[in-house]
């Protein structure tokens, strides 16, 4: 007699023993991964095999009922590839299956398509490509190394490079996957992909509905989607035939997911080939990460040319202490002012810079200097006047909304006052300083629909708006070749972080988003507006030297052992009251510690904890265990002593790999 492990989408028995073993009759030819329907309670459940073996239980099993799958929905290198998440990042088995199978799949419920037939896809004339570029792919072709890294400024062509590595793949009958961060998927990124390489392509991303969904993931499944363009969730597909896995923009934070399984992209990527080694990997972007940097510095092609004539953008530093001193207090420094009255008298468009969306960042009785903030998360309510149908203050962690004061809560006065920018401000000031200019404002507040970010680029590109203001949406990969001046209208947002990758995150941000200007014939220019000059990305993004913010930030990391030259585990401690929170994360440091002197793993070893940046959170208190070592092992030896009610506990968060220490 066979016995299964059967897996479910939901907790149904402890977390010791993640399966249920069902046997298997012999008219029932199943095989690992295979989705199943079996009894439950009295009642039937859908569950996927993710083992068979012949040991007989010492208690009674119940029949499979039957298999629901024609082939089964994962093979044996996702099967690996499914239990080494749940281990790696302490996550239960089951809510790392819903990462591999929609639920539809699982249950065998088809959607009926609602759409058209297919479009037909008509390929565009392949571009010409430069001797870099042409380097660039015979490099990645030809190497013995399978993960490469392409180091490309902005507009050097790595877009390119990436549709002739996917078609070079796909006339095998090779499968690709295309990731980018998704707030960079654009109906722009998935149409020129889909032109160059001639393939319709299936995409997975979150805004999909559940009949996208279903129908493409069965395309990947099959095989017949030989190209797929996804967010980070699409590393999970199974497909049938994978050959190449591209990483556009890798630096990006959004390849990490914040809720469990808190897995990393790059990661899994790797593990994933660790599994099939014939898969390729790629990353690309103009401002890779310290520690991709780094680990693939023997593997890494540097891009340093724009295709074509057109150069990297000037940038020029704007202290705003000198425009204060000026008596100047518009958003607008004079240079940057200046430069948008010269490009709207030559009907070029401009794009206006500020990663905070919202009208005011605070609002404070002059009076008393009281100050609104969200009860739930105690950080300061920011003042939305367009986003709602009336004016609002809305907690930008929370979502909490409430009705802007007419008198102060604390002492009743009446001299309420509105500090700090937005998105929603800029507009407003812009509108006041160019009233003849059309503006578009893209973020979070209207980009909130499926087609509304969609809509707000085609406007722009086809020349239908003069100004386009927005927060970092704008920012990655858009090719817009009659913007020729960007303006950032507040550097230092974010600086303040006490975060061992803020420099680097601003000189990301800054690098990517002056990258817009200047995309054709002419050099663009950057005009970035600080009150911190002397600040490290800075210097290095006005000099576009990602050379020297790597060396900066890699002395600082080798000093102070951080990554690339430590690995690191975070504990979120959440609890009502902040003595609790304090108590349970000095009674897990204490635990650790045990744990790596009972293990002799004590040498190298770092356990810190301190309060959460963002103390309190949706009512609860935060505290933080943060664990830095030189060997990954020793962190997950140490790890695995600790008791299933510690690592299941909802009130404690491990986060393995963190992409801050905040």
């Known amino acids: 007699m066979k016995y299964a492990e059967v897996l479910f989408t939901q907790k149904v028995i402890d977390d010791i023993k993640p399966t249920l073993t069902y046997s298997i009759p012999d008219h029932i030819e199943a095989q690992v991964g295979h989705s199943v329907l079996v009894p439950l309670r009295r009642s039937k459940k859908s569950g996927i095999i993710i083992d068979i073996h012949h040991r007989k239980p010492d208690f009674r099993t119940l029949p499979i009922t039957e298999i629901t799958s024609n082939t089964p929905l994962l093979n044996e290198s996702q099967i690996k590839l499914l239990k080494w998440v749940s281990k790696y990042y302490f996550a239960p088995l089951f809510s790392c299956l819903k990462l591999f199978i929609p639920a539809r799949i699982l ?115 099959n095989g017949t989607a030989l190209l797929t363009i996804g967010s980070r969730s699409s590393i999970f597909t199974p497909f049938k035939n994978l050959g190449l896995i591209i990483i556009d923009e890798e630096h990006e934070l959004s390849y990490k997911q914040d809720s469990s399984p ?58 705003l202490r000198d425009e204060f001193k000026k008596k100047n207090h518009s958003i607008f420094s004079e240079k940057l002012h200046q430069e948008i009255e010269k490009a709207l008298a030559k009907k070029e468009q401009v794009i206006l810079f500020l990663n905070r969306r919202g009208s005011s960042s605070s609002v404070v009785c002059r009076d008393c200097g009281y100050m609104e903030k969200c009860e739930t998360c105690d950080t300061n309510l920011t003042y939305h006047a367009k986003t709602l149908s ?113 420099q680097e995150r601003n000189f990301q941000l800054l690098t990517q988003v002056a990258g817009r200007a200047g995309r054709t014939n002419n050099r663009g220019k950057v005009i970035i507006q600080t009150y911190n000059p002397e600040s490290a990305s800075l210097i290095h993004t006005k000099n576009n030297n990602h050379q020297a913010l790597f060396q900066y930030e ?96 909802p009130e404690i968060k491990i986060d393995i790999d963190p992409i801050s220490t905040t």
């Open 107 to 221: 249950e065998n419920k088809p959607i009926k398509s609602r759409k058209k037939e297919d479009e037909q896809i008509i390929r565009s004339p392949q571009k010409e490509l430069t001797e870099d570029q042409k380097g660039c792919i015979k490099n990645i072709l030809n190497s013995k190394h399978n993960t490469h890294l392409i180091h490309g400024i902005t507009g050097s062509g790595k877009t390119e490079i990436y549709t002739r590595l996917a078609n070079h793949f796909t006339e095998k009958g090779e499968q690709v996957l295309i990731l980018v961060p998704e707030i960079s998927l654009t109906p722009q990124t998935i149409d020129y992909f889909q032109k160059t390489t001639g393939h319709k392509a299936a995409i997975i991303h979150s805004k999909r509905s559940a009949g996208e969904r279903y129908n493409d993931w069965k395309r990947i499944h």
């Open 390 to 502: 009336t004016p609002s203050l809305i907690c930008h962690h929370c979502g909490k909304i409430e009705t802007p004061p007419s008198t102060c809560k604390g002492c009743k006065g009446v001299n309420i006052r509105f500090l700090g920018i937005g998105t929603q401000r800029i507009e407003l000031e812009t509108k006041k300083a160019f009233p003849n200019a059309r503006i578009l404002r893209a973020d979070k507040d209207t980009t909130a629909t499926k087609e509304g970010f969609k809509k707000i680029y085609n406007a722009f590109k086809k020349n239908e708006a003069d100004i386009l203001i927005g927060t970092q949406m704008i920012a990655k990969g858009l090719h817009l070749p009659n913007v020729n001046l960007v303006g950032v209208i507040l550097a230092d947002i974010g600086l303040s972080i006490p975060d061992f990758r803020t």
């Open 554 to 649: 890699r002395a600082q990391r080798s000093l102070l052992k951080y990554p690339p030259f430590s690995k690191l585990t975070k504990f979120i401690i959440e609890k009502p009251t902040y003595k609790e929170a304090q108590t349970t994360a000095e009674k897990i440091e204490a635990k650790l510690w045990q744990f790596a002197r009972e293990l002799q793993l004590t040498e190298n070893l770092e356990i810190n904890i301190y309060p959460a940046y963002l103390t309190k959170f949706k009512n609860k208190f935060r505290y933080i265990v943060l664990i830095k070592s030189p060997n990954e092992t020793q962190i997950h030896k140490v790890l695995e002593k600790l008791p299933k009610e510690v690592i299941m506990n």
């Open 262 to 319: 808190r897995y990393n992209t790059h990661t899994v990527a790797e593990k994933l080939q660790e599994f099939s080694p014939n898969i390729k990997i790629v990353l690309g972007s103009a401002t890779p990460s310290v520690e991709t940097t780094e680990k693939y510095k023997d593997s890494t092609t540097e891009l340093n040319n724009r295709v074509g004539t057109s150069t990297l953008p000037e940038i020029e530093i704007v202290d």
